[in-house]
């Protein structure tokens, strides 16, 4: 066997963030750039010989180049078998699916998400474990820590491999079995939604619109809703991927996804709009002229969870992250189940959902999911509200006409648990030193706002949220700037761990409204004053020269 050490010197910079290492392309081109990283995964999770890896990425540019190196480098490591999607793709919620179904040793995720591609776009990589969720921050350290002190690392000498044909081959002793990216993923959704609904559904003249935004959603948007479901065939957009998602942000948001959010709030728009991001964990949820934030999917989904086969037993227990609104416990409370709040990233889900404490999990940054896989899943969301529209249809046949809209649903769900209106101002790509700045200014003035009154609110504590995980006792520190008000309402302050520009500050506002006259405010009419405390206490314009934020979600 043709097996080369190579020997390498050590990258400073290769500490995983939120969701594993992103950088720019050009810098894993740099040679041994992503050969170092991929080897201290493998010396970290030192894998027994001959166990299976699952590989795969959401198909943005460098993908494939990067697919034939790890390949190359599992073989010299002792992998028996990869398990590789065609063409060198998977979703990250398919990935985390082929995991857990084939139960291999873990997988390997090629992609930055939600940020742009292209030869001077992003790209990324992590590792999942064996129960098909991102790395525990104690394995992303000791990659970090390998990363650090690296040597060398093994490859095999060797052609490449065909991805394209799904089939097996062999190199250097290790099977390499090209499989169907779409197939296992679809049948899970089927075994988890009314089908037979959701076709109904789609074939009553209530129409959809679905966004793959030109990245790995299209082809499983194609199979579930065009061929398993029937939809009619301009039920989908962008659904052909490419590997710089042509030119676009694939984030779906009311900023990025703005090609979608024209139609939906346009002349003649279809009732139900959705989009996803580039590796498919992330979903946008419209109705006609109508947005529901991530966090009040979230509740709609727990609080109709029993529509849906899959979670017709109930609801274990929800988990949100700390900067997603309060919506989800409020529905909790009413079920009588524990909601817990955790650090932004979904790797502090894995614990909860492996010990059956949670089944419904949700972010702020377009994340829900549950503990079918261990990420979250943008067509899962998407189809969680399909079998809910489909299912109140149902039980309203005798007057189609008086079918619930997206809307309807969200204002009936207020109406019960009143309102947490909520809305994030991202401003991006800061120098470093500004956004930090902002952040230890903030740090430093906590015992001055304590009590500090401004209009009708006033701060009752600040802190820099803290979460000790309740299955294995991990502590992590410093997960953003809190500052809670009197009434409930309040600011969160936050670094974002994904972005590879600069910092991008984020700040989360929401404010609770029970009153169900004031529900059809637009968010950013009811939380001005709120927007306007943050700017103040923040001194953001000062300290960073902007005036207003890149991005509200
Ligand atoms: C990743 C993580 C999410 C997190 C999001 C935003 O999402 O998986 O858990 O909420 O980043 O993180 P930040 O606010 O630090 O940018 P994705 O879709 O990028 O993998």
Redesign the pocket.
């Known amino acids: 066997m043709n097996i080369h050490s190579i020997p390498t010197k050590p990258f400073n910079d290769q500490k995983p963030?939120?969701?594993?290492l992103?950088k720019r392309v050009p810098a894993f081109q740099q040679p041994h750039y992503l050969e170092n990283f991929v080897q201290s995964i493998f010396d970290t999770i030192a894998a027994p010989p001959g166990a299976t890896l699952t590989l795969g990425g959401d198909g943005r540019y460098y993908n494939r180049e990067a697919i034939q190196i790890i390949l190359k480098m599992a073989a010299a490591n002792g992998f028996g078998r990869v398990l590789v999607g065609q063409g060198g793709i998977l979703s990250?919620p398919a990935a985390s699916c082929i995991i857990r179904k084939y139960q291999t040793y873990g997988g390997i995720i090629l992609?930055?998400?939600?940020?742009p591609g292209g030869p001077d776009g992003d790209f990324g990589i992590k590792y999942n474990t064996a129960n098909g969720g991102?790395a525990p921050e104690k394995v992303t350290e000791a990659i970090f820590a390998n990363s650090k002190k690296i040597s060398q690392y093994r490859i095999l000498q060797a052609l490449d491999i065909e991805l394209d044909a799904i089939g097996e081959s062999d190199i250097g002793g290790m099977q390499v079995q090209v499989i169907d990216p779409v197939v296992d993923y679809a049948d899970l959704m089927a075994s988890l939604f009314d089908f037979n609904a959701i076709h109904g559904l789609l074939n009553s003249g209530f129409r959809m619109k679905f966004d793959a935004m030109h990245a790995v959603t299209g082809p499983y948007a194609k199979e579930i809703f065009l061929n398993r479901l029937d939809a009619p065939a301009d039920s989908v957009m962008n659904v052909v991927p490419l590997e710089d998602f042509g030119g676009g942000h694939p984030d779906p948001n009311l900023t990025y996804a703005h090609e979608l959010v024209e139609i939906i709030y346009g002349d003649n728009a279809p009732d139900f709009g959705a989009a996803s991001?580039?590796?498919g964990?992330?979903n946008m949820i419209l109705g006609k002229h109508f947005f529901v934030t991530p966090s009040d999917s979230l509740a709609v989904i727990a609080a109709n969870a029993k529509l849906a086969p899959g979670y017709a037993k109930g609801v274990a227990g929800i988990a949100r992250?700390m900067?997603t609104s309060a919506a989800a416990d409020r529905v909790a409370a009413k079920l009588g189940i524990p909601c817990y709040e955790t650090p932004?990233?979904?790797?502090?889900f894995g614990n909860l959902m492996d010990a059956g404490k949670v089944t419904l999990c949700g972010?702020?940054?377009?994340?829900t999911g549950s503990d079918h896989v261990r990420?979250?899943d943008g067509l899962w969301a998407v189809l969680f509200w399909l079998n809910i529209l489909a299912a109140k249809q149902q039980s309203d046949a005798q007057q189609l006409k008086a079918r619930q809209s997206v809307e309807q649903i969200m204002m009936a769900h207020w109406a019960q648990f009143g309102r947490n209106v909520y809305s994030r101002h991202d401003y991006e790509a800061l120098p470093s030193d500004a956004a930090n700045g902002v952040m230890q200014h903030l740090h430093a003035s906590f015992n001055q706002l304590t009590g500090a009154q401004f209009g009708r609110y006033t701060i009752k504590t600040c802190d820099d949220f803290s979460y000790t995980d309740p299955i294995d006792g991990s502590v992590s520190t410093g997960q953003g700037i809190r500052i809670l008000f009197s009434d409930g309402s309040r600011i969160v302050f936050?670094?974002?761990?994904?972005?590879t520009e600069g910092a991008?500050l984020?700040i989360y506002l929401e404010a609770f409204e029970p009153d169900v006259n004031q529900h059809h405010l637009d968010a950013q009419v009811a939380l001005a004053e709120l927007i306007k405390i943050a700017l103040q206490i923040s001194e953001l314009t000062k300290r960073t020269g902007r005036d207003k934020p890149t991005v509200i979600t």
Do not use: I
Request: aromatic fraction near 8%; proline fraction near 5%; hydrophobic fraction near 15%.
């Open positions: 963030g939120t969701s594993g992103r990250t992609s930055a998400s939600h940020n991102p991001d580039g590796d964990d992330r992250s900067p932004t990233g979904w790797k502090f972010e702020e940054s377009f994340g990420e979250k936050r670094l974002s761990g994904t972005g991008t984020r």
